[in-house]
């Protein structure tokens, strides 16, 4: 006999353990299902461990320019065996913290790999255990793994994803990032920074092609400056592997194919959805190239059933799969939360130095016709920036003429990647360029340069 709840999860990362949380604060009785570990990619494989690795890079670059700030160190060095374990037990501790919160929350878990048998049914298999449950509403929060090139997949040993790049044996000497997204970026800022020799391979023609253009063109100088490799326009047409490397044929912008050779290759080129052999096709869900179409309210076109997170369409994002997540459980309990809606999700990059953005790029707002003014400032007119020794970096916003409105904000530099959270706010809240000009910023902090930078697209700004 099946075991009922009002609400069955499938997967628990960053949406679906959510998701449950919510449930159980609003009286449902849940179950959520995990194949691997609490958490999901996010917290165990991506997210978080990522930053713990950044973490340990960023300090040994300033052990490494401890003259800049007028201190010795002799002879710095590391041991990766140690970093990794570093970052795998900060992965471990959340893991042991989600398993807490389940308990705390009295949300059952069930672990195995989960199907779905009809409506409402969901039959999970691990080992020869099989358990069969049962729910008026389930959501699928399966998330997404990363894309392989079809030429040339990954095999933890010279060609590697961000999963094998988390955990490397040994570290490269000459590393080739296939992707400068995010996850690419980061990983070559990191590995940059260890000591290996880093070259980047995007087919579009601007490195983190998805933010402003001035942050792009920022961003390639500066890794430029710090010795990484850029080829934009460029394509990956051959990957070799060999016991001690990797070859790379590199078709570059002008056409022409040339040969290179690395000690390992990271590719980072995008997801696959993880909604193979989880009883979609049988129940006629509808998706978009492997995506599970979703309202605002993550209902799908099957009744009772639901879907949020990387399952689901762009941007794919924890903290959006999170609130998706959220609004999802409330509609199911009968609360009326206002529908999902992406124009308001921040995007991060911890690479060195990080990026952070939110909203419309001057392009965008442009495109879609808007009469803007643009504000800009640097970090060099900040004098928290000048003392912490991160001069390099500006902030930029993107105003509606007309009403004033705050269309985007696009940072580049140190700790943007928490700054961001204040526009994001102000764009919840219907801010205008007014209440901006009028808030007041603590001094020293680099949180004036937002200040600075709204002023500026006024022409107020008063340190430069």
Same mark, same amino acid.
């Given at each position: 006999?099946?075991?009922?709840?009002?609400?069955?999860?499938?997967?628990?990362?960053?949406?679906?353990?959510?998701?449950?949380?919510?449930?159980?604060?609003?009286?449902?009785?849940?179950?959520?299902?995990?194949?691997?570990?609490?958490?999901?990619?996010?917290?165990?494989?991506?997210?978080?461990?990522?930053?713990?690795?950044?973490?340990?890079?960023?300090?040994?670059?300033?052990?490494?320019?401890?003259?800049?700030?007028?201190?010795?160190?002799?002879?710095?060095?590391?041991?990766?065996?140690?970093?990794?374990?570093?970052?795998?037990?900060?992965?471990?501790?959340?893991?042991?913290?989600?398993?807490?919160?389940?308990?705390?929350?009295?949300?059952?878990?069930?672990?195995?790999?989960?199907?779905?048998?009809?409506?409402?049914?969901?039959?999970?298999?691990?080992?020869?255990?099989?358990?069969?449950?049962?729910?008026?509403?389930?959501?699928?929060?399966?998330?997404?793994?990363?894309?392989?090139?079809?030429?040339?997949?990954?095999?933890?040993?010279?060609?590697?994803?961000?999963?094998?790049?988390?955990?490397?044996?040994?570290?490269?000497?000459?590393?080739?990032?296939?992707?400068?997204?995010?996850?690419?970026?980061?990983?070559?800022?990191?590995?940059?920074?260890?000591?290996?020799?880093?070259?980047?391979?995007?087919?579009?023609?601007?490195?983190?092609?998805?933010?402003?253009?001035?942050?792009?063109?920022?961003?390639?100088?500066?890794?430029?400056?710090?010795?990484?490799?850029?080829?934009?326009?460029?394509?990956?047409?051959?990957?070799?592997?060999? @016991? &001690?490397?990797?070859? !790379?044929?590199?078709?570059? +912008?002008? =056409? $022409?194919?040339?040969?290179?050779?690395?000690?390992? /290759? #990271?590719?980072?080129?995008?997801?696959?959805?993880?909604?193979?052999?989880?009883?979609?096709?049988?129940?006629?869900?509808?998706?978009?190239?492997?995506?599970?179409?979703?309202?605002?309210?993550?209902?799908?076109?099957?009744?009772?059933?639901?879907?949020?997170?990387?399952?689901?369409?762009?941007?794919?994002?924890?903290?959006?799969?999170?609130?998706?997540?959220?609004?999802?459980?409330?509609?199911?309990?009968?609360?009326?939360?206002?529908?999902?809606?992406?124009?308001?999700?921040?995007?991060?990059?911890?690479?060195?130095?990080?990026?952070?953005?939110?909203?419309?790029?001057? @392009? &965008?707002?442009?495109? !879609?016709?808007?009469?803007? +003014?643009? =504000? $800009?400032?640097?970090?060099?007119?900040?004098?928290? /920036? #000048?003392?912490?020794?991160?001069?390099?970096?500006?902030?930029?916003?993107?105003?509606?003429?007309?009403?004033?409105?705050?269309?985007?904000?696009?940072?580049?530099?140190?700790?943007?990647?928490?700054?961001?959270?204040?526009?994001?706010?102000?764009?919840?809240?219907?801010?205008?360029?007014?209440?901006?000009?009028?808030?007041?910023?603590?001094?020293?902090?680099?949180?004036?340069?937002?200040?600075?930078?709204?002023?500026?697209?006024?022409?107020?700004?008063?340190?430069?």
């Amino acid at each position: 006999m099946a075991d009922t709840y009002d609400l069955i999860i499938l997967g628990s990362g960053p949406g679906g353990y959510v998701a449950a949380i919510r449930a159980a604060q609003l009286g449902l009785k849940t179950a959520i299902v995990e194949r691997e570990r609490l958490g999901g990619i996010c917290l165990n494989w991506g997210c978080i461990p990522t930053k713990a690795l950044l973490r340990t890079s960023e300090i040994y670059h300033y052990m490494t320019h401890a003259a800049d700030y007028g201190l010795s160190v002799e002879k710095p060095g590391f041991d990766l065996t140690k970093i990794v374990e570093r970052s795998r037990k900060v992965a471990g501790q959340l893991n042991m913290g989600v398993k807490g919160l389940m308990k705390k929350n009295k949300v059952t878990v069930v672990e195995g790999n989960g199907t779905l048998t009809g409506k409402g049914k969901l039959s999970v298999k691990q080992g020869d255990k099989v358990t069969e449950l049962e729910a008026k509403n389930i959501i699928v929060a399966t998330g997404a793994r990363a894309r392989d090139l079809p030429f040339a997949k990954a095999d933890g040993k010279r060609i590697w994803t961000y999963r094998h790049a988390m955990v490397p044996e040994e570290m490269p000497t000459k590393l080739l990032v296939i992707g400068s997204g995010a996850i690419g970026v980061e990983f070559a800022s990191f590995y940059n920074d260890m000591g290996a020799d880093v070259t980047i391979v995007e087919m579009l023609p601007r490195v983190v092609p998805v933010e402003d253009e001035e942050v792009s063109a920022f961003m390639e100088k500066a890794l430029t400056k710090q010795g990484i490799k850029i080829l934009t326009s460029a394509g990956i047409e051959k990957l070799e592997t060999g @016991a &001690k490397g990797v070859t !790379a044929s590199i078709k570059g +912008k002008d =056409g $022409k194919v040339e040969t290179a050779e690395f000690s390992h /290759a #990271i590719v980072a080129i995008g997801i696959v959805p993880n909604t193979e052999e989880i009883g979609l096709e049988a129940l006629g869900v509808e998706t978009d190239r492997g995506h599970i179409k979703t309202d605002g309210y993550g209902r799908t076109n099957v009744e009772g059933l639901f879907a949020i997170g990387d399952v689901t369409g762009p941007p794919w994002l924890a903290h959006k799969a999170s609130h998706e997540g959220v609004v999802c459980v409330e509609a199911i309990a009968g609360q009326k939360p206002h529908p999902f809606e992406t124009w308001n999700i921040p995007g991060c990059t911890y690479s060195r130095p990080q990026v952070a953005s939110v909203g419309f790029t001057e @392009a &965008k707002a442009k495109e !879609a016709g808007y009469e803007v +003014k643009v =504000g $800009k400032f640097p970090f060099i007119g900040n004098g928290k /920036a #000048i003392a912490l020794g991160e001069a390099e970096g500006f902030v930029k916003t993107v105003f509606d003429a007309k009403t004033g409105e705050l269309l985007g904000a696009h940072m580049v530099g140190a700790e943007v990647t928490e700054l961001i959270q204040g526009y994001v706010i102000a764009r919840q809240l219907e801010t205008t360029e007014a209440e901006l000009m009028e808030t007041v910023f603590a001094h020293p902090t680099i949180s004036e340069t937002m200040h600075e930078s709204v002023l500026g697209a006024y022409g107020r700004t008063l340190h430069i």
